[in-house]
């Protein structure tokens, strides 16, 4: 995976097969009917400039004990309560230590956490607002309360007792996770997976404070280098003259359906006056649940996808964004948006059920497939971000390539679901030509391939997007 | 009930036992922990003058069809499909037509519904945001849906077919009842007395519009004309020279803790400079669950706490909110302060618990108890609106009267309970001297003593504030 990290992060080169002839097109602007009264936007005209997005707060926070002070703080680390971290919890220490909640500067606190939850957002000392979709909090139980006592600051270490952090200035408040659970997701249905893996056993104690990190995170399982923070994104972004940063979540497969995606949005950036849009191609890093396709096969596949040509390497920009997924659609769409404003994105494409999933118990979707958008649109503290909605894209059967949906030939489409491609990938054959690039194809096809069938001879069902 | 409008209303007149000399304090101003980066309000310095809190908005909004039309828009409306209006959609109609929820013209869309799920607010024309908590929302059914077909307005019509309003410009959007249900409450949990009354029967659509109401409602239960509108409310306090005003929501009986409150808070803002602070004492008067004691019954307990002087007619205005009731606590408090607002109010006193109950099926509050007043004080769109909030009052054994707790002489205070004070006035005994005005104090025992005991002998509980 050299080559990725040497053909996108650091030495663009021109693509070999760069698709400038695609003619697709945008959904329209986001129309909402709205009544005079309410219009929730007044969109400013874009102006063009060289400067990259301000992050929230107008300073990207980082949260790294300086050098020098590294033996003093292990030192006073040894003296304080400690607080043992869950893999997640460490993967959020790891988004707020590199700046991508700023202004955050740690674990909420009950205000940030109360505003959060009934507001999507925080307002700061200067009567602005950012986005803050998605609660950033450490739970414990009762006896670390205890365990803590009057201490203003614990130790959080990993699951080997390394120090991670000094948590300061600490607020201990309620965790009160039902009410958590119904305003975060919009339900209290049981088998939400974050809630299963973070949210029902944790404590029923929620600890607020200002984190001192100790080092940069680091998972050590290869993939380190792809982890760019959002002031390396920013460097990157700056150094190749970026006028655009167009942002692009995932946590599957890409197939040529994104790629179309990709380059129509470069496309239209182009039009509008920009000289040189680079994308972010960034996929999500953390948590997922057990049937997503894990982070290993997927920057594998998108590796092959870029090899292959179907994304410009000269533009774009491959990174791994450390956040876990809650899987809590219009919630946490904000949340994905904010975090790469603060990496310098000034665009942000959004489709169909961003961070959405099936209803746990019920037989449909968890989300109104349309409600990301218009909640993305809409959302307090997102007015600098420039929201791009697309078409759905489906196999054009006509022209044997991925297209944006044409609902008066509705016949020329074939949508091929996530069960369609499971079930594909995983009996080795092969989508109709035009749908993913064959090294991307096969990387499915070994990853499912790799999975040992449970008992029930079932594997896991990977989602695309 | 006379003598309460005469006072109270139109012709104040000097107390003749206006309790000058209580010696008791606020809690201190609310003080949240908050780090550097969100502290949720800054707050201007007073300025006093004369002239009353813009609605929000900017103008209050009122939807009442002029004279000159009203022929025009019946023989209009005899055409149009029909949609009946329940108790409470006719409350909601009440509210909005009156301009409560200003600067709102009629039941939501879905852009208005998003945002008040979501972000508890909505962004106007002009980039302003005003608070909006509560969705106000008309639900029909799918043969209501076929019914108005392609039809871009609406008649809404009572349970006799009477025409209340025309709805117009609508738009027709999915009921999305679970989410709705655990944004609005943090809870989905079965029992919450607004969701069983008007959600979980209601239909699987919503329809939003501008309303067009052809008379003000009425309810002619001999209590209308205290239901004066926030623009008769505004003319009255301007009538007053008031400098201030200071609103109460109740939706309880009022004893003497919380007339301790009531004059204590004109106390405090007359030493803060003002000349003129005018209560607004509101009891609300839509939607409330079985056990709540009704709103004729409260009304002539007020009378009675009025004229035995508790209150001081003078600087009292005593009128019905019209609306209904959810229980959202935190939620709803927002809506009972941004709808007071429009009524003139620049003060919201704010107490332990606003708009809570007990959770419907764990043996516990449904809210944290804090949370209302700092979720109230962290609201956007409520900058403008000073909240007071206050300690809990109890009845002080030692000096035989209400009075606000005292921590550090704890035995001498006695808390009454809702159950406690139920159990007393069913058994005609007598609460503490000093509770509340033996008059007053009737009131609840007659009313008790009107109810049929169910087959357990039980009789609905009252719940005070």
């Known amino acids: 995976m050299a080559s990725m990290a040497t053909y996108f992060v650091k030495t663009p080169s021109p693509s070999p097969s760069f698709p400038k002839t695609f003619n697709t097109h945008f959904s329209p602007a986001l129309r909402l009917s709205i009544p005079l009264s309410s219009k929730p936007r007044t969109r400013r005209r874009l102006r063009i400039s060289n400067a990259l997005i301000e992050p929230d707060g ?62 999507n957002s925080l307002r700061l000392e200067d009567g602005s607002v950012v986005n803050m979709s998605v609660p950033i909090v450490l739970a414990i139980d009762d006896a670390q309360k205890r365990l803590i006592g009057e201490s203003t600051r614990v130790a959080l270490v990993d699951s080997d007792n390394n ?89 599957n497969p890409v197939h040529n359906g994104h790629a179309l995606l990709m380059t129509d949005t470069r496309r239209r950036l182009l039009e509008m006056g920009y000289k040189n849009p680079i994308l972010l191609l960034h996929p999500l890093g953390g948590y997922t649940k057990a049937d997503d396709v894990p982070l290993s096969w997927r920057m594998k596949q998108h590796e092959k996808v870029l090899e292959d040509g179907v994304l410009d390497p000269e533009t774009t920009v491959v990174s791994i964004f450390p956040s876990p997924m809650h899987y809590a659609g219009p919630t946490e769409v904000q949340w994905h948006a904010k975090a790469r404003i603060n990496a310098g994105a000034n665009f942000y494409i959004v489709g169909r059920d961003p961070a959405g999933m099936g209803h746990p118990i019920e037989n449909r979707d968890l989300y109104d497939a349309d409600h990301g958008k218009k909640v993305l649109s809409m959302a307090p503290g997102l007015e600098r971000l420039n929201i791009l909605p697309f078409k759905v894209a489906a196999y054009d059967k006509s022209q044997g390539k991925m297209a944006f949906f044409d609902p008066s030939r509705q016949q020329d489409f074939l949508f091929i679901s996530g069960t369609k491609m499971r079930t594909l990938a995983r009996n080795k054959e092969n989508p109709p030509e035009g749908f993913m690039c064959p090294n991307g194809w096969k990387v499915l096809v070994d990853y499912y391939d790799s999975l040992v069938p449970a008992d029930n001879g079932k594997v896991p069902e990977a989602v695309p997007v």
Chains 1, 2 share one sequence.
């Open 58 to 119: 107008g300073k990207l926070v980082e949260l790294f004990v300086k050098e020098s002070k590294k033996g003093e703080k292990k030192r006073e680390a040894a003296s304080l309560p400690r607080v043992k971290l869950s893999r997640i919890d460490l993967q959020w220490v790891h988004v707020i230590s590199e700046g991508w909640s700023s202004p955050l500067r740690g674990f909420m606190r009950e205000s940030e956490f109360l505003q959060t939850l009934h507001f």
């Open 163 to 251: 120090l991670i952090a000094i948590l300061k200035d600490i607020e201990i408040y309620k965790h009160h996770k039902e009410e958590r659970i119904a305003r975060t997701w919009g339900t209290t249905a049981p088998g939400l997976p974050y809630v299963d893996q973070a949210i029902t056993n944790a404590g029923n104690w929620l600890i607020g404070g200002d984190l001192e990190v100790i080092e940069p995170i680091k998972y050590h399982d290869g993939l380190d280098r792809f982890r760019l923070s959002p002031a390396e994104l920013r460097e990157e972004f700056t150094r190749r003259n970026a006028d655009a940063v167009f942002a692009f979540q995932l946590r």
